[in-house]
């Protein structure tokens, strides 16, 4: 069974911090996609910030020089550092793993619970 689990949401002024992990099991992790998504209240899931097995990182425009994704292979956990929050970054959180469970499995995509983020001004 493939568990995504986010923690490191909460309340925070603008201009702070956070760091949102995403430990994960049950996939062969140094081979999976990975990415963080953000849906705002009365919106749709948003794409944040991607990792790739190859360590290849994307961003959406609004996060770019503000959010860093990296992955620890070892720990099986992809983190999301985010600097200098804005209170439009307030939304739930959600990790996703791109991958597959064993050798030879089907490719699949894994949602964690979401973790709450909210900036305040």
């Known amino acids: 069974q493939v568990q995504l689990v986010e923690s490191g949401g909460g309340l925070v002024q603008a201009g702070g911090s956070l760091r949102l992990s995403c430990a994960t099991s049950g996939i062969i992790f140094n081979i999976a996609d990975l990415a963080w998504y953000r849906q705002a209240p009365g919106k749709q899931r948003n794409l944040v910030a991607s990792?790739?097995?190859?360590?290849?990182?994307s961003y959406t425009d609004s996060v770019k020089n503000r959010f860093t994704i990296s992955r620890d292979n070892d720990k099986k956990t992809v983190y999301l550092q985010m600097d200098s929050l804005k209170p439009e970054d307030t939304g739930v959180y959600y990790c996703r793993a791109t991958g597959v469970r064993a050798l030879y499995a089907p490719i699949a995509d894994y949602w964690g619970q979401g973790t709450q983020v909210t900036v305040s001004s």
């Open positions: 990792i790739s097995k190859a360590l290849t990182t």
